[in-house]
């Protein structure tokens, strides 16, 4: 059943809300939970749930994007069908790039038209969940709807900004204020909507309605549609499916959300279970050595307690604490680390004290540097968030 569906993922995004940490990457290719790309977790469910027809719409500052699919998701064969394609702007009907979901899928009709697959499935790639879209397509026919909206509930991420009210039997009758996903009024759309492929082109050969329906976020223009067509949603989290049920969903809004998901996979019950064996993340992950500590040239020991190291880190004398290092991190003699995340080919110097930050890629942080530590000499250099963490860019020069 899968195999009768082409996906669309949108990976366009700018946000400017994780700056600087998009600086220089689409907000889908931020790294995340010490290895991962936020895409990875979207593509994993694809992968498991076996859909093997994927474009991936790229358009802002694409390079690390397209390089990290190049690199980590040349997995299908296209001899058999299959294919994970990056797809830029087409600009067939002129010069526009892309805007939001319908003139995107618009500008790329002819790619969905000459597909042989009966439906069309399009996801957000900036969000991180685990979900069997098999199921859902399985539930989208059981129903014969035209449009199917996965949709979550209020225990499942953070407050949503507006919500589907539904009739009965989960049909979509309209919105209604998030407030009534608390009371089980209503459910919170995730980014995730199966379509019928013959309705979605009849919708895109329009170009007014494309125009109307870009004009209001997504599950407003999937609820205009609900008064003339069956639109229904299926409800996420469930017992349908072969992942495991954990409800977990984020946007990463902010910095701040984008630290405490990180943050939140240290605990000893993590939100989100990175270890569930049968639904294994796929990433690109480079010829790195393993992850060690060692003594420092003055004796000491390397440690590190109750933190994520990824390959090829070193921590030579140095102390890290609930953090999350990336690969090729080093720690030198000395250094302390507390509640940071270090992204790839950090250096930390010697006596170096870093707290509650998070630091881009290739930064090398000098010895005896103090960050995170004298708030008024952080904000002389650094971005510091409303939450008080200090943020450095990447290939940032002391």
């Known amino acids: 059943m899968p195999a009768q569906t082409l996906t669309i993922v949108k990976a366009t995004g700018q946000d400017e809300c994780l700056a600087p940490l998009t600086l220089h990457r689409a907000k889908a290719a931020v790294p995340f939970g010490g290895k991962f790309r936020v895409i990875d977790f979207t593509l994993a469910n694809c992968l498991h749930s076996g859909l093997r027809q994927i474009l991936v719409l790229t358009q802002w500052k694409s390079h690390s994007l ?39 899928m618009r500008q790329n009709r002819y790619l969905i038209e000459r597909n042989a697959e009966r439906f069309v499935l399009t996801l957000d790639g900036d969000l991180i969940y685990r979900m069997d879209y098999a199921e859902l397509i399985r539930y989208h026919r059981e129903r014969g709807a035209v449009i199917t909206a996965a949709c979550r509930g209020a225990d499942s991420g953070p407050k949503p900004a507006m919500a589907f009210d539904l009739a009965g039997e989960d049909r979509v009758s309209g919105l209604t204020p998030a407030e009534a996903v608390a009371s089980g009024a209503g459910c919170a759309p995730m980014g995730v909507y199966l379509f019928d492929k013959d309705f979605l082109l009849g919708m895109l050969e329009s170009a007014e309605a494309v125009v109307a329906a870009d004009q209001v976020p997504v599950p407003e223009a999937v609820a205009n549609l609900a008064g003339n067509h069956e639109v229904c949603v299926y ?63 003055s004796g000491t020991e390397g440690i590190f307690v109750n933190s994520m190291l990824a390959a090829g880190t070193v921590v030579s004398g140095g ?80």
């Open 66 to 104: 397209q390089k990290h699919l190049r690199d980590g998701w040349s997995i299908f064969h296209p001899e058999l069908g299959e294919y994970i394609t990056p797809i830029p702007p087409q600009m067939r009907e002129g010069s526009d790039w892309y805007g939001g979901l319908f003139s995107a």
């Open 235 to 297: 409800r996420f989290g469930g017992e349908r499916g072969r992942v495991s049920p954990d409800r977990y969903w984020n946007d990463l809004r902010s910095i701040d959300e984008y630290y405490d998901a990180n943050m939140a996979l240290l605990k000893h019950d993590p939100p989100l279970n990175l270890y569930q064996h049968d639904w294994e993340i796929f990433t690109a992950q480079g010829q790195n050595p393993p992850a060690r500590t060692v003594p420092g040239l």
């Open 319 to 398: 102390g890290v604490n609930h953090s999350i290092l990336f690969t090729r991190v080093r720690v030198m003699d000395g250094a302390i680390v507390e509640d940071a995340i270090l992204f790839s080919g950090v250096s930390v110097g010697e006596r170096s004290h870093l707290r509650r930050c998070i630091i881009d890629k290739e930064v090398e942080v000098p010895p005896d540097t103090r960050i995170g530590i004298d708030p008024a000499a952080d904000r002389a250099r650094f971005l510091i968030t409303p939450g008080g963490l200090v943020v450095i860019p990447k290939g940032y020069k002391f």
